[in-house]
């Protein structure tokens, strides 16, 4: 009996360190982000503006406005869990190049040369500094909102407090909570998550159009998330765009990929 004791209090003690090490480390889960020095220069072939957007605590966000001379609109895009500006700047040149609109994107607290201490409520608040930061250029039935992964989170949270034009969420998940239940099955994630980020409440809000992308051999954010938020939807219009084979990071590599841009971006 003693010794069923011992056992039942190691398999408790055990249970408890875990469940710490989530809470605490759960943030390098999450973003897996990487920093640039201050003076790192960014390079492009199109005009662009960088920008040192200040949040209400202080903190200072990084971001980068490419722009067109006769621009269809702006589209404002929130990247994935890794990588920096750095990166994703060079995408969104792309996307700027290609479908002739203004583009504004922005590195997350941690992320590039963006500082801030990171919380659940100040990095949603940051993606809509840099939404208020599109409407002194634009009007908001000129405003795309283009969350890509981790970033339809972002897309998310502002476009149920705005009035864009549409919505694109690319291989984008319905909550972390199902995403991490699937490897912490066993840990009562709902009280130890600290960035919830649930798309699919957020998406029964959202009226504008809105448009899904996600691939059906999707490792990282299965299809079924893409599935599950078009199902949610509340606006009635709205398309999933299936690409057939279609990973988390590859789907620039598919024909239909741009197909899709193309249809909802002409």
Aim: net charge positive; charged share 20%.
């Amino acid at each position: 009996m003693k010794r069923l004791k011992t056992i039942g209090i190691s398999i408790i003690a055990l249970y408890l360190v875990i469940s710490l090490m989530l809470l605490n480390f759960q943030e390098q889960l999450i973003f897996r982000s990487q920093t640039l020095p201050k003076d790192f220069a960014f390079t492009s072939s199109l005009a662009f503006d960088e920008l040192f957007l200040k949040a209400p605590d202080g903190a200072v966000l990084n971001g980068l406005h490419y722009k067109q001379e006769n621009p269809k609109g702006v589209l404002i895009y929130f990247h994935g869990n890794a990588q920096t500006l750095e990166y994703w700047g060079k995408w969104a040149e792309e996307l700027s190049k290609r479908y002739q609109y203004d583009v504004v994107i922005m590195d997350y607290r941690g992320y590039g040369k963006s500082e801030g201490k990171r919380s659940f409520e100040t990095m949603l608040a940051d993606g809509m500094l840099f939404y208020e930061y599109c409407k002194t250029k634009f009007s908001e039935d000129q405003i795309t909102i283009f969350g890509r992964s981790l970033g339809g989170a972002f897309a998310t949270h502002v476009a149920t407090k705005t009035n864009a034009k549409r919505l694109i969420l690319e291989s984008t998940f319905t909550s972390v909570y199902a995403i991490g239940s699937k490897r912490f099955w066993f840990l009562p994630l709902k009280w130890l998550l600290k960035y919830p980020f649930q798309n699919d409440e957020n998406i029964q809000q959202i009226s504008i159009p809105t448009y899904f992308i996600h691939g059906t051999k999707d490792g990282v954010v299965p299809y079924e998330h893409g599935q599950t938020l078009y199902q949610k939807s509340g606006s009635s219009a709205k398309k999933l765009y299936t690409i057939e084979g279609g990973e988390h990071n590859n789907l620039v590599g598919y024909p239909k990929y741009f197909m899709a841009l193309d249809e909802v971006l002409k």
